[in-house]
């Protein structure tokens, strides 16, 4: 049975559930300086924000967040190594951001930081203040691609943050890099399933964009460090996207956040695709396209049918259809004849697709 649709086709709901709030810190915060990091470019600050600049900034977000229910706003600290700046400082941002929880006009607090600056006394100061979620960028579970990278810890020190962090009861998130120096699909994969088997909240993935201030570009330029091609970054790093979204973890992002200065930054001719400011939607759409074409294989083995209507949930359509329409134009080629639709339907889960053969004549 070929589920209804509305006249509107596949437009469905967009109004935010959760809204996030965003204090950039720079780089002052982090006491190592990778191979790839240009926190300037990264974050598009320089200065650290005063007291006054924050709370300008969480009231101009909260004017335009009436629609969205208090108990679905969160202040997150991002940008920088939060628990690396110093502790009084740390404290005047967190007691700003708890000043708006405990007048109710956020729920939560969320910040980054990195493995080797979380102990117990950290954990603590951010307990009392009510803090949710960390984020570490970890990076990699891989040693070598740690060391090659320039990290300035190794694995045993992800492992530990990551236990402390949890028996203290907080949220977990995890930051991931694809095609960092001495990474490899074998290592990339490893590090997914690490994260997937210790279960956190959030994830997110970064496919390795080469900044001009930075080491990895004087690395590139004597030949010692090869970017990866678009292919390959989108393979991988799908590759890691089934692995943590079969675990249950929430994937807030995939590929680095489009500013002006990363554009203008993320040299193309170096990057080689890796950077692209739709990275994510590259991504869904391969991870649609390989799942789609395999249940036309099982389903139509040995016919092509004259009409198919492809059916997602609504987070899902223009994943089937494909970045700029690029999957509609991959089936049409490889099954010449086949009229094929893509289909909005709430009922299933994003990220899961079913198949339906029609008579024709339905166009969305």
Not at 254 to 279: M, Q
Not at 337 to 353: H, Q, R, V
Request: charged content about 25%; overall charge negative; glycine content about 8%.
């Amino acid at each position: 049975m070929v589920p209804r649709i509305s006249a509107d086709g596949y437009r469905f709901n967009t109004v935010k559930k959760h809204a996030i709030i965003p204090i950039f810190i720079p780089h002052l915060g982090c006491p190592e300086k990778c191979v790839f990091c240009d926190q300037i470019a990264i974050t598009a600050r320089q200065g650290m924000p005063g007291e006054d600049d924050v709370r300008k900034t969480i009231d101009t977000y909260l004017e335009t967040l009436e629609e969205v229910s208090p108990k679905e706003r969160e202040i997150a600290f991002y940008g920088g190594s939060f628990t690396g700046i110093p502790s009084s400082l740390q404290e005047k941002y967190l007691g700003i951001a708890k000043e708006y929880m405990d007048r109710g006009s956020v729920s939560s607090i969320h910040l980054s930081t990195r493995p080797d600056y979380i102990d117990e006394d950290v954990l603590s100061c951010l307990k009392t203040y009510g803090v949710k979620t960390i984020e570490l960028g970890v990076q990699s579970f891989d040693d070598r691609v740690l060391a090659l990278s320039k990290r300035g810890h190794d694995s045993a020190s992800v492992y530990k943050a990551l236990e402390m962090i949890r028996a203290w009861g907080f949220d977990l998130g995890i930051q991931l890099m694809i095609g960092l120096p001495g990474d490899s699909m074998e290592s990339c994969l490893f590090s997914a399933k690490e994260a997937a088997i210790l279960k956190p909240k959030v994830a997110r993935l970064y496919p390795t964009v080469v900044l001009e201030n930075t080491e990895l570009y004087q690395m590139y330029l004597k030949g010692d460090f090869v970017p990866l091609d678009r292919d390959e970054a989108l393979s991988r790093t799908a590759t890691m996207y089934r692995v943590l979204r079969e675990a249950g973890i929430l994937i807030m992002r995939v590929g680095l956040k489009s500013t002006d200065i990363i554009n203008s930054r993320a040299l193309g001719e170096i990057n080689r695709g890796t950077y692209h400011p739709a990275f994510r939607q590259l991504v869904e759409s391969e991870i649609a396209r390989e799942d789609i074409e395999s249940l036309i294989e099982k389903i139509y083995e040995d016919r092509t049918p004259p009409c198919l209507i492809i059916a997602s949930n609504p987070l899902w359509v223009s994943a089937a259809a494909g970045h700029n329409g690029i999957n509609r134009e991959y089936f049409r080629e490889k099954y010449p004849g086949m009229e094929l639709n893509f289909l909005s339907d709430e009922k299933i889960s994003p990220g899961e697709f079913k198949i339906y053969e029609t008579n024709g004549g339905m166009h969305l």
